[in-house]
């Protein structure tokens, strides 16, 4: 396609209509999505969505390959573009009351009315226009700046304020530089003299994507993601340097389904009662109370409880499939007292109320539970107090951000991070079943370890771990572990030892070969809320590391399997099967012989103590910077293979962008 004045014309009626339908059906798509509707209403959206995204950018394509501008006339323009954002206007403030979802539509507005800008802006280089040495020189300024600007900043004499407004300077441009000089190339191409660069473009371009594509696929021995990297990288920037705007479709494409909320689970009927007969007339109504962190709450199902995974408001992200749920209807029990919430501490178990509360009308842990069961009954006592705590404390999230990311883990620096702050979780963790013990003294309480998550050292195509990572993961959870049975034992209260291993023996851990492993990995769930918090991609990764519904239910077949063999004898030498042989952590501590361990130990709150890997210890930033600073190495790799494919792609996709206009100017 030569270079030269192309024929301007209005804005067709099919353009508009096409563009209008294509912005609405996004609107639509979102909206849908941050309203949580049933799965039909989605797949409608979704429908639609595709439908118009195809209309849409077929009609860019046969325009440009036509050589016939698309939007000639602005203010009409304008108004195709304005009519979602007054849509989401009139959704936002009169339906939702909020301005959130209006904030998201001008946002999904702006994000196409830039790529329909650039469009613009490749037309003028088709008529001729030299805009690609203007933007060379800004580009070039803004580079220079941010140089300069690192240099200061190095040197403590900058501003950190002043970082993210000349990132975004210099990083802006770019897009528009590629597409320039994309359609430079292909119109050079595309001329006769430019035959023998075009046919070396597609055998370069070919070459290249297809190394990629083959190194993607023996790597994929290791990690999937890496070939799935790569295949988007294609993609994207395929559409992106033919100029076709598919790139911004898929895109939002992709932020409205991973925006989806699962769908929330009643409270009432499934966790408030276990089960659905009511309790026998004057027998008290027998009640296990689940407190704790995500291994109880259910983090990792596909279903939450409603209102429990709510984006800048309550994520304790309870599940009505999560393995203390389970328990309560084996043991056929009238009521769960669920209080375990995503993210607790120790702190947040037995801490003070309006000071160590996660989310706002949780409170502490103890004293919700305390309350809602005397609030049944006075003098009732909970049959089974059931518990997980420590992985928080001790440094988890972390764990999984450091050891588990790009690079080793086995490094002795990183690892003394974890393992000198286990002595500070013990001492947590002892005052923490005290003070549950001293809540509920007539009530046995059981606490379960963290189960292992790996089945081999080795690695697998679901875990793309390193070997070093994986031991230190195993070893560290068995010290954690450890520590959790040696507090047990000295405060009187139920280790559940079958829990560590429910993941291994049940081929339900990673890399185990039956293939459907227990245990999340990467996993990218939506969240509630506020439709900037919803479309976050910062929010969709909480469900990582977590045990499933397959990995619960496996942990609750552990738990009442251990509950089957615990046995004593009564007055009468009978012996006594199940629930009702458990003690109270007195009266165990007294018939196992075990001293009484202290009782002036520290309650864990802020006031306190604080420890390391909590809010202003020390261990989190640091674990956070070393891991920070063995990213480039571990990032070598599929940056370069990123790379690969993305040059090749862009080659390839000028090249062969070029042979079609060709062809269609060659005469019959």
Same mark, same amino acid.
């Given at each position: 396609?030569?270079?030269?004045?192309?024929?301007?014309?209005? +804005?067709?009626?099919?353009?508009?209509? %096409?563009?209008?339908?294509?912005?609405?059906?996004?609107?639509?798509?979102?909206?849908?999505?941050?309203?949580?509707?049933?799965?039909?209403?989605?797949?409608?959206? &979704?429908?639609?969505?595709?439908?118009?995204?195809?209309?849409?950018? !077929?009609?860019?394509?046969?325009?440009?390959?036509?050589?016939?501008?698309?939007?000639?006339?602005?203010?009409?323009?304008?108004?195709?573009?304005?009519?979602?954002?007054?849509?989401?206007?009139?959704?936002?403030?009169?339906?939702?009351?909020?301005?959130?979802?209006?904030?998201?539509?001008?946002?999904?507005?702006?994000?196409?009315?830039?790529?329909?800008?650039?469009?613009?802006?490749?037309?003028?280089?088709?008529?001729? $226009?030299?805009?690609?040495? !203007?933007? &060379?020189?800004?580009?070039?300024?803004?580079?220079?700046?941010?140089?300069?600007?690192?240099?200061?900043?190095?040197?403590?004499?900058?501003?950190?304020?002043?970082?993210?407004?000349?990132?975004?300077?210099?990083?802006? *441009?770019?897009?528009?530089?590629?597409?320039?000089?994309?359609?430079?190339?292909?119109?050079?191409?595309? @001329?006769?003299?430019?035959?023998?660069?075009?046919?070396?473009?597609?055998?370069?371009?070919?070459?290249?994507?297809?190394?990629?594509? =083959?190194?993607?696929?023996?790597?994929?021995?290791?990690?999937?993601? +890496?070939?799935?990297?790569?295949?988007?990288?294609?993609?994207?920037?395929?559409?992106?340097?033919?100029?076709?705007?598919?790139?911004?479709?898929?895109?939002?494409?992709?932020?409205?389904?991973?925006?989806?909320?699962?769908?929330?689970?009643?409270?009432?009927?499934?966790?408030?009662?276990?089960?659905?007969?009511?309790?026998?007339?004057?027998?008290?109504?027998?009640?296990?109370?689940?407190?704790?962190?995500?291994?109880?709450?259910?983090?990792?199902?596909?279903?939450?409880?409603?209102?429990?995974?709510?984006?800048?408001?309550?994520?304790?992200?309870?599940?009505?499939?999560?393995?203390?749920?389970?328990?309560?209807?084996?043991?056929?029990?009238?009521?769960?007292?669920?209080?375990?919430?995503?993210?607790?501490?120790?702190?947040?178990?037995?801490?003070?109320?309006?000071?160590?509360?996660?989310?706002?009308?949780?409170?502490?842990?103890?004293?919700?539970?305390?309350?809602?069961?005397?609030?049944?009954?006075?003098?009732?006592?909970?049959?089974?107090?059931?518990?997980?705590?420590?992985?928080?404390?001790?440094? &988890?999230? @972390?764990?999984?951000?450091?050891?588990?990311?790009?690079?080793?883990?086995?490094?002795?620096? =990183?690892?003394?991070?974890?393992?000198?702050?286990?002595?500070?979780?013990?001492?947590?963790?002892?005052?923490?079943?005290?003070?549950?013990?001293?809540?509920?003294?007539?009530?046995?309480?059981?606490?379960?370890?963290?189960?292992?998550?790996?089945? #081999?050292?080795?690695?697998?195509? %679901?875990?793309?771990?390193?070997?070093?990572?994986?031991?230190?993961?195993?070893?560290?959870?068995?010290?954690?572990? $450890?520590?959790?049975?040696?507090?047990?034992?000295?405060?009187?209260?139920?280790?559940?030892?079958?829990? %560590?291993?429910?993941?291994?023996?049940?081929?339900?851990?990673?890399?185990?070969?039956?293939?459907?492993?227990?245990?999340?990995?990467?996993?990218? !769930?939506?969240?509630?809320?506020?439709?900037?918090?919803?479309?976050?991609?910062?929010?969709?990764?909480?469900?990582? +590391?977590?045990?499933?519904? !397959?990995?619960?239910?496996?942990?609750?077949?552990?738990?009442?399997?251990?509950?089957?063999?615990?046995?004593?004898?009564?007055?009468?030498? #009978?012996?006594?099967?199940?629930? *009702?042989?458990?003690?109270?952590?007195?009266?165990?501590?007294?018939?196992?012989?075990? *001293?009484?361990?202290?009782?002036?130990?520290?309650?864990?709150?802020?006031?306190?103590? #604080?420890?390391?890997?909590?809010?202003?210890?020390?261990?989190?930033?640091?674990?956070?910077?070393?891991?920070?600073?063995?990213?480039?190495?571990?990032?070598?790799?599929? +940056?370069?293979?990123?790379?690969?494919?993305?040059?090749?792609?862009?080659?390839?996709?000028?090249?062969?962008?070029?042979?079609? &206009?060709?062809?269609?100017?060659?005469?019959?």
């Amino acid at each position: 396609m030569a270079a030269g004045p192309v024929q301007p014309r209005t +804005l067709r009626h099919p353009d508009a209509v %096409r563009l209008l339908a294509f912005v609405l059906a996004v609107m639509g798509l979102f909206v849908v999505a941050r309203q949580g509707q049933t799965q039909v209403a989605m797949y409608a959206a &979704f429908a639609a969505f595709l439908i118009t995204a195809t209309l849409w950018v !077929r009609g860019l394509d046969a325009n440009w390959v036509d050589g016939q501008e698309d939007y000639r006339s602005w203010p009409l323009l304008a108004l195709a573009l304005a009519v979602p954002v007054v849509v989401t206007i009139l959704i936002g403030v009169f339906l939702e009351r909020s301005l959130s979802t209006f904030v998201l539509g001008a946002l999904i507005t702006a994000y196409i009315g830039a790529g329909l800008a650039i469009r613009k802006l490749r037309w003028r280089v088709i008529q001729g $226009d030299p805009v690609a040495p !203007r933007l &060379f020189g800004w580009h070039s300024l803004a580079g220079l700046l941010l140089v300069a600007y690192a240099a200061l900043w190095l040197l403590g004499r900058a501003p950190t304020m002043l970082a993210g407004p000349l990132l975004v300077l210099a990083v802006v *441009p770019v897009p528009a530089l590629v597409h320039v000089l994309s359609e430079r190339r292909i119109i050079a191409q595309s @001329q006769p003299d430019g035959d023998r660069e075009r046919q070396l473009w597609i055998l370069g371009g070919a070459c290249a994507t297809g190394l990629s594509l =083959v190194v993607g696929v023996v790597f994929l021995e290791q990690t999937r993601y +890496l070939l799935i990297l790569v295949v988007v990288v294609v993609v994207l920037t395929w559409a992106f340097a033919v100029g076709s705007l598919a790139d911004i479709a898929v895109v939002l494409a992709i932020l409205a389904l991973m925006g989806l909320t699962p769908a929330s689970q009643d409270v009432k009927p499934v966790v408030l009662s276990a089960r659905a007969s009511p309790a026998k007339a004057g027998v008290a109504e027998p009640v296990v109370v689940s407190l704790g962190d995500s291994y109880s709450s259910g983090e990792g199902a596909a279903r939450y409880l409603d209102r429990t995974n709510v984006a800048g408001g309550n994520q304790c992200r309870r599940a009505a499939t999560a393995w203390p749920v389970l328990v309560a209807q084996a043991l056929d029990a009238h009521r769960l007292v669920f209080r375990a919430c995503s993210g607790a501490r120790a702190r947040n178990v037995v801490g003070r109320a309006g000071v160590d509360q996660q989310y706002a009308g949780e409170g502490i842990q103890v004293g919700h539970a305390l309350a809602e069961v005397k609030a049944a009954d006075p003098g009732l006592e909970p049959e089974l107090v059931l518990l997980s705590i420590g992985g928080n404390d001790s440094g &988890f999230r @972390q764990v999984g951000s450091s050891c588990l990311s790009l690079g080793s883990c086995d490094d002795t620096r =990183v690892a003394a991070y974890f393992t000198d702050n286990l002595p500070a979780v013990e001492e947590a963790l002892r005052a923490t079943y005290l003070a549950i013990a001293a809540a509920f003294p007539g009530s046995p309480v059981a606490v379960m370890p963290y189960p292992d998550a790996f089945a #081999t050292e080795d690695g697998c195509v %679901r875990a793309p771990v390193e070997a070093g990572d994986i031991r230190f993961v195993r070893s560290f959870t068995d010290r954690l572990d $450890d520590t959790i049975e040696k507090v047990a034992k000295e405060t009187g209260v139920y280790y559940v030892a079958p829990m %560590r291993s429910a993941l291994t023996d049940s081929h339900l851990a990673l890399c185990d070969p039956s293939g459907t492993p227990g245990l999340n990995f990467l996993d990218l !769930r939506g969240v509630g809320g506020a439709a900037l918090d919803r479309f976050n991609p910062g929010n969709w990764i909480h469900s990582s +590391l977590h045990p499933n519904e !397959r990995g619960h239910a496996a942990l609750a077949a552990a738990f009442t399997g251990w509950l089957s063999s615990q046995y004593r004898l009564d007055d009468t030498g #009978t012996e006594i099967v199940g629930l *009702p042989a458990l003690l109270p952590p007195a009266a165990l501590r007294e018939a196992d012989g075990v *001293p009484a361990p202290p009782t002036d130990l520290p309650v864990p709150t802020r006031s306190t103590s #604080t420890l390391c890997f909590e809010k202003g210890g020390t261990c989190g930033p640091e674990a956070d910077a070393w891991a920070l600073g063995r990213l480039g190495p571990g990032t070598v790799l599929p +940056l370069l293979l990123a790379a690969l494919a993305a040059g090749g792609a862009w080659v390839l996709a000028v090249a062969t962008s070029a042979q079609r &206009f060709r062809r269609r100017a060659a005469p019959p």
